[in-house]
């Protein structure tokens, strides 16, 4: 199996895995792509000749993906290029374009060796299947180089296991005069098409999948092509907030305020890469915190090899120099609970909390003798991932436990975090369209408060719930119905049983007695004249047996 590694290098020719986005927020649906890599089947001809463009056949051997074509230009101003295509040999058909069909073409493109003609195709080609191909410039004195052959048109020029590329003749344009025997001179860009392909956590058997995720992480495609089994993989940023909106105090009674406060967690994740290309058993390397942090797990791609067990350390300030003494190291915990050959979340058995400007060193290890992924750097130290909060730095393979070290590794992982009430959120509260973090409210009954906090990309929401007590002024408060409310000739005062009342006030907004009466007797019913009120907001006030409840009255 190919990716079985060792120390020693894997195959760089590993899956290509794109996604629709690299950044989505926490419940959001992206789609991921996985093809073979891009290839070159290089011509070996050397310029001799020249003219506006070439015709000849490639061949499918295992079969492959036509993505483009590389020649020597030789005219020194931007040229344009088409590249047409028919099913079967080109020989019959030079002459005419019945048959042919324009697969694209492209302009400005400048003179030089090697150069990309400019016109991106995504044409398949069986194995055994034959399809003939015409590149040519289109402007008037602009010419492409290629050979006079030795060969006769139709014989092998160059070829591997996916494709074979034979001679053909050189043309004028449009499918003008013909000129035998000639080769193409420079490279036919091609993707292998990949088979049996497995997706990390779907079930899809086809190049594309759909994955709803909640936590950043890798998408890896497994896939067959060149007789070999090959992986590829693409990280993603998940943004996720927990927001915690708390009222306080959360039960009130009448005529008092709560404070509405939202506590927002932000969970994220930054990666570095996952194309591995080398591995060993661990690796070490540090992170450095822009604000204040807490980091609660690490992703890890795996070798597909034994049951993975994986063990992680940490220690303050960097590893450089203390790969060798384990006494410098604290563990976080052994994980057995992971699949081999995928890239897995371990939840660390404890957070690490960074302060801003600390630097942590980091171990990921196997400790069952089989390698994690990785990919070679350029320097121990080098940045090679940076977000707002966090940023990766390039670190060193290290052979479990503490041994054998090979500097300038790149961890395929990512390192999970949690930031508190990060800066550059949004904050809206309903009711009431407060747009702080905090506000202040004064409700008149049982309100439940939703604030929204977000980033301009993504949201999240919290409840807060006010209660109004239920003392005994309350209950009193319960058992009384004030009606019409407005009003503008009178209001009725309705007890679901007789009441005691020893007085009964009506004050304006300013506190002054407009109606006052005190009753001689106990009743279920009694009426307030209003009409000779002003119109406006009063209190009506009733006292029953020294306990007091009010409510509030509107004349119109």
């Not at 079969?63 to 230009?73: H, L, Q, R, S």
């Not at 977000?454 to 919290?462: F, L």
Request: hydrophobic share 40%; with cysteine; proline share 3%.
């Amino acid at each position: 199996m190919l990716l079985a590694i060792s120390t020693a290098s894997i195959n760089a020719q590993s899956l290509v895995v794109t996604l629709d986005s690299d950044e989505i927020c926490a419940g959001e649906t992206i789609t991921a792509t996985v093809r073979g890599p891009e290839i070159p089947l290089n011509s070996p001809a050397a310029d001799n000749n020249n003219n506006r463009g070439i015709m000849f056949d490639l061949v499918g051997v295992e079969g492959a993906i036509i993505k483009g074509f590389t020649t020597n230009v030789l005219t020194p101003v931007g040229v344009s290029i088409e590249v047409y295509y028919r099913t079967g040999s080109f020989v019959g058909f030079e002459d005419s374009n019945v048959g042919w069909t324009l697969l694209g073409s492209s302009t400005g493109i400048p003179m030089g060796t090697g150069v990309d003609i400019g016109v991106e195709l995504d044409q398949v080609i069986l194995a055994g299947q034959t399809l003939g191909f015409y590149v040519t410039c289109s402007g008037a004195g602009e010419d492409i180089f290629y050979a006079t052959s030795l060969n006769e048109v139709g014989d092998e020029l160059a070829s591997n296991q996916y494709l074979t590329l034979n001679t053909g003749v050189g043309k004028e344009y449009p499918f003008g005069v013909t000129y035998e025997k000639r080769d193409f001179i420079g490279s036919v860009i091609y993707e292998p098409i990949v088979t049996d392909i497995v997706w990390n956590g779907n079930t899809s058997t086809t190049e594309t999948a759909d994955f709803t995720l909640t936590q950043s992480g890798a998408i890896i495609a497994t896939g067959m092509y060149g007789g070999f089994e090959r992986k590829g993989g693409a990280l993603i940023t998940v943004n996720d907030y927990e927001v915690n909106a708390m009222a306080t105090p959360s039960v009130l009674g009448w005529d008092e305020s709560s404070t509405l406060s939202a506590e927002v967690t932000q969970k994220k994740g930054l990666g570095t890469s996952f194309q591995a290309g080398n591995g060993n058993t661990g690796a070490m390397f540090d992170i450095t915190a822009t604000n204040a942090l807490s980091v609660n797990g690490i992703t890890v791609y795996t070798e597909d090899a034994g049951t993975p067990v994986v063990e992680v350390f940490f220690k303050t300030g960097t590893f450089v120099g203390s790969e060798a003494n384990a006494g410098a190291w604290t563990s976080l915990g052994t994980t057995t609970a992971l699949t081999a050959g995928d890239a897995s979340y371990i939840a660390l058995s404890s957070s690490i909390s960074v302060a801003p400007g600390q630097t942590i060193g980091l171990y990921v290890t196997r400790t069952d003798a089989n390698n994690v992924f990785y990919t070679n750097g350029t320097g121990v130290g080098n940045v090679v991932a940076m977000d707002d909060n966090l940023t990766i730095k390039e670190g060193k393979g290290v052979s479990y436990p503490f041994g054998a070290v090979n500097n300038n590794r790149i961890l395929n992982t990512v390192v999970h975090y949690e930031v508190e009430n990060p800066a550059g959120l949004t904050y809206s509260w309903a009711p009431g369209g407060a747009s702080s973090a905090s506000v202040v409210v004064t409700p008149n009954g049982d309100v439940t408060y939703t604030v929204t906090v977000g980033d301009g990309d993504c949201e999240a929401t919290g409840d807060a719930a006010v209660s109004m007590a239920l003392g005994i002024e309350d209950a009193l408060a319960e058992s009384i119905s004030v009606y019409p409310n407005p009003a503008s000739d009178a209001i009725t005062i309705q007890a679901e049983q007789s009441m005691d009342v020893q007085q009964i006030v009506l004050l304006d907004v300013s506190g002054k007695i407009v109606f006052s009466t005190a009753p001689t007797t106990a009743f279920t019913t009694a009426t307030i004249p209003v009409s000779h009120l002003a119109k406006g907001m009063y209190v009506l006030q009733l006292n029953v047996n020294a306990n007091l409840t009010n409510r509030k009255v509107i004349v119109e």
